[in-house]
């Protein structure tokens, strides 16, 4: 434990949380790493989930994933689940309309969507 972690928050389980790293106001259920300079605010990340440096997971839920360097996830309306997340992405619930899925993919990508 080398970051911060609020007094409204929980960890249970082994949990990592490296320098730099603040949980506020969140519960993270380990198996589970947080990376350096991340900051993890009012959301719930479950177990076998990595979180890399950088990265902010904001008014989220995130369980069974992996998410890259300076990647953001943030407003999401339902659990990320059994994901990769590569680096420099930005997931986040959309206020334009009308409502539409955006997406830019890569290379052999693969998304369920609801």
Sequence with gaps: MQGYVDRDSQLIGKVIVEAGAEIINSTIRGPAIIGENTRILN??????????????????EVEHSI????????????????????????????????????????????????
């Design 43 to 60: 959301s719930y990340i479950g177990p076998f989930t990595s979180i890399y440096h950088h990265c902010l997971i904001e008014n989220s």
């Design 67 to 114: 998410v890259l360097e300076q990647s953001s996830i943030r407003d999401l309306p339902n659990r990320l689940e059994d994901s990769l997340i590569g680096r420099n992405v930005e997931i986040a619930r959309s206020p334009l309309k009308p409502k539409a899925y955006r997406l830019m993919l890569g290379d052999n990508s693969s998304v369920g969507v609801l």
